[in-house]
């Protein structure tokens, strides 16, 4: 296995690690993960919440800091940014190409780095969402504006404080606040689950039909509760009201922001047994025993596995 420092890596990307393992996860290519034989510790489910993150980071900052644009310009301004050549030049540009991510392929680095969706884009997402596992959504944000974001955009920025279209960017901000909270939940909620799966329970819960059944549980009176203002456009649309929970929560406690309205969505609208049910139905589909279902992702040790049984006949009785 190759021999790694993971302070100097730290000191290169500039953040320092709680837990080393979740940086080495996201240095981790499917392809050398193989080749040592540990075939699921690869960067691909951190890629997956490294996705919604960096979706969100980027229209939290064109909400803040550009309100005098169209949401098509958002949209235009979000796909410049993560432009593939433009996340790998910035995973060189931090000194990691030569050694990261840890690699299986025969194909030489230079040649890996001209295609799309190569490695080093890949795993600089993963990092993003390796970033946030470890030090929290402020902190990842941060370090996504700095290293992305600002170098682009800051000298570009005008001072105008009007906002353009505000509802359309109330409900823009809101979708990819959705995205970032479900894709968080599911990575958590479900260790070792692949991919795949993940997708599968991502669009269910971020589907239009289910954003309708969202809104329609929230009273008129639970909404006057919540004290967002314009309440007559927050009741109309889930992604708007969503984005309104957020940036109160934002106001209140920035570093807390994303987190408590993770948590305010969870414990409001997700059924978290139905969604383990679904997620055993996706796995048990692919193959996966009982046995390892109740260990690996319910999380119950050897010497509990009988509990873990027990718990997982309840969740799929319902």
Excluded at 32 to 55: C, M
Excluded at 222 to 238: Q, R
Excluded at 262 to 290: C, H, P, T, Y
Excluded at 303 to 310: I, L, T
Aim: with cysteine; charged share 25%.
């Amino acid at each position: 296995m190759m021999e790694w420092n993971s302070e100097s890596l730290e000191n290169q990307i500039g953040i320092q690690f709680k837990h080393s393992d979740t940086l080495r996860l996201a240095l981790m290519h499917r392809s050398y993960a193989e080749q040592i034989g540990e075939y699921e510790q690869n960067n691909e489910r951190l890629n997956f919440l490294g996705h919604a993150l960096v979706n969100l980071v980027i229209t939290d900052y064109l909400y803040h800091n550009c309100p005098y644009l169209e949401v098509s310009n958002f949209k235009g301004l979000r796909d410049k940014l993560v432009e593939g050549q433009r996340l790998t030049k910035l995973w060189y540009q931090l000194g990691l190409g030569e050694g990261y991510p840890f690699l299986g392929l025969t194909q030489e680095r230079h040649r890996l780095r001209l295609q799309n969706h190569n490695p080093f884009e890949e795993a600089l997402i993963a990092l993003v969402g390796a970033i946030h596992q470890d030090r929290g959504f402020s902190q990842a944000r941060n370090w996504l504006v700095k290293q992305l974001i600002a170098p682009l955009l800051e000298r570009h920025l005008k001072k105008i404080k009007e906002r353009s279209s505000p509802n359309k960017q109330l409900r823009f901000l809101g979708d990819a606040v959705l995205k970032g909270i479900v894709a968080d939940y599911l990575y958590s909620y479900l260790p070792n689950v692949q991919v795949g799966n993940l997708n599968e329970l991502f669009k269910e819960l971020t589907s239009k039909e289910n954003q309708s059944n969202y809104i329609n549980q929230i009273t008129t009176e639970e909404l006057t509760a919540l004290n967002l203002g314009n309440e007559k456009v927050l009741g109309k649309s889930f992604k708007a009201l969503l984005a309104a929970v957020y940036l109160n929560r934002s106001a209140e406690n920035d570093k807390r922001g994303f987190a408590e309205t993770e948590n305010w969505f969870v414990e409001r609208f997700i059924d978290q047994e139905q969604v383990l049910r679904k997620a055993i139905r996706l796995l048990m589909e692919d193959g996966r025993s009982q046995k390892w279902i109740v260990r690996h992702v319910m999380g119950y040790e050897s010497k509990d596995y009988h509990a873990g049984r027990d718990r997982f006949n309840q969740v799929m009785e319902g």
